[in-house]
């Protein structure tokens, strides 16, 4: 018969899928109580039930959403909650955030009136009372938006609308959490809270083994049961691989925009250096720039 072509010894298949993937993120959070225990620990409440909703009600533009993926749901009493994953940084991503919290207040509002009844006891019609439910989003992001010094060692940034003055919350019923992935350095002896280890499994869980010792919990027991690769059908693996193709496109398209950003960054320099009267030879010394490289920049400018 036909040999077949030996992998490399040294290169070993993936256990688990990688949630920041579109199909993975979906596959996930697809599950019901892995998505209200994910929801528990991020927003540190007590969800027992949620009904999905459809993402279109989000009002975004289909063309816009390469490498962004989402779900949106709500709970028995009426709250509701968009979790979205971004695999790439997206372009006014604040007024996006606000742009989709938008919605869900929108689609609070009863069409027709509303009958309440009065203080004297009778039935009345109303536009609306007003009476909204909580609104949360929760951005996953394998990228860094709030790059400030300040703000270096901050992963999980909490986001609602305050009073300035009096520095006291204004409403419990608007509420961002952003998830800066990169940020996330611990190790898996490091992981003390629920947070702790949905963050370490978003971030490392393609690169793993097996479930960490540490997360010997039922619901990471079924997290990762759920994401073994090898429990997937033929139609699961053949979308899984296409969605994994369409995020490596995402992050080489990213790792390329950064170098040609310090490619640019590091012209502009040597060329301001050659303009202050600093000779090639102390050029070189300074930005850790070839001479050659240093002379081929300032003969192009």
Do not use: H
Not at 137 to 154: Q, R, S
């Amino acid at each position: 018969g036909k040999s077949r072509t030996k992998a490399p010894e040294n290169v070993e298949e993936p256990v688990f899928i990688n949630i920041k993937t579109d199909f993975g993120f979906k596959k996930i959070f697809g599950n019901k109580a892995l998505l209200i225990a994910f929801l528990n620990a991020i927003l540190n409440k007590d969800i027992v039930e949620i009904e999905y909703l459809p993402t279109e009600q989000l009002g975004y533009i289909r063309e816009n959403r390469k490498a962004v993926y989402d779900v949106y749901c709500t709970t028995t009493n009426g709250e509701q909650f968009i979790v979205e994953m971004q695999a790439s940084p997206q372009l006014y991503l604040i007024e996006r955030i606000l742009f989709y919290m938008g919605y869900p207040v929108i689609n609070q509002a009863p069409k027709g009136k509303v009958t309440i009844t009065n203080n004297e006891g009778k039935q009345i019609e109303v536009p609306w009372n007003y009476s909204i439910s909580g609104i949360y989003m929760i951005c996953i992001l394998d990228g860094i938006i709030f790059p400030e010094e300040e703000a270096k060692d901050i992963v999980v940034e909490q986001m609602k609308i305050l009073r300035q003055r009096a520095n006291k919350v204004f409403t419990d019923k608007w509420q961002v959490v952003t998830i800066e992935l990169p940020k996330f350095n611990k190790t898996e002896n490091e992981l003390k809270t629920v947070e702790d280890k949905w963050l370490y499994s978003f971030k490392n869980m393609e690169k793993l083994p097996k479930c960490p010792k540490n997360l010997n919990e039922n619901i990471f027991n079924e997290l990762y049961e759920n994401a073994r690769i090898i429990n997937l059908t033929k139609r699961e693996m053949k979308a899984y691989s296409k969605s994994v193709l369409e995020y490596d496109d995402v992050i080489l398209a990213v790792e390329r925009g950064r170098i040609e950003g310090e490619n640019k960054e590091r012209i502009k320099i040597v060329r301001n250096c050659y303009k202050n009267g600093i000779s090639i030879e102390q050029i070189a010394k300074i930005t850790g720039v070839a001479k050659q490289e240093v002379t081929a920049i300032l003969t192009k400018s």
